[in-house]
């Protein structure tokens, strides 16, 4: 599978943005579709993570409430939206799939994913 992230920018705190990220190939090939993300001189976090078949999420606690993310399965694009948009979430944002589910919340853990995409800038100016 490959990945293809967009919709980064420059926005103000408070502000929103739209990522979105376009999975190519056979739609068996992923089964679970996360985001992460790298802030300068800090290790890459994991943001959130859908399942392809039931829908289930899980976000990192720093964008509960803030960011949400959907799927649509017949565009195989996945959409982070990002609400309430602070300094902090200032990084290159990531997306990552993989063929089988993980359990529960250590979908977010980076380890579990080889397939990645080219990353895109979110920059939140205070």
């Known amino acids: 599978v490959q990945l293809q992230a967009s919709g980064g920018g420059l926005v103000q705190a408070g502000g929103s943005l739209r990522l979105s990220c376009a999975a190519s190939?056979?739609?068996?090939?992923?089964?679970?579709m996360a985001w992460f993300r790298q802030a300068p001189g800090k290790e890459r976090e994991g943001v959130s993570c859908?399942?392809?078949?039931?829908?289930?999420?899980y976000y990192t606690d720093s964008v509960k409430g803030r960011f949400t993310i959907s799927r649509d399965n017949a565009k195989n694009t996945v959409y982070p939206q990002m609400n309430s948009l602070k300094p902090e979430d200032t990084a290159v944002y990531y997306c990552a799939a993989r063929t089988h589910r993980v359990p529960g919340s250590t979908c977010l853990n980076s380890i579990h994913y080889v397939n990645w995409g080219q990353g895109t800038l979110v920059t939140v100016s205070s």
């Open positions: 859908i399942s392809r078949g039931t829908g289930t999420l």
């Open positions: 190939g056979s739609s068996w090939d992923y089964s679970l």
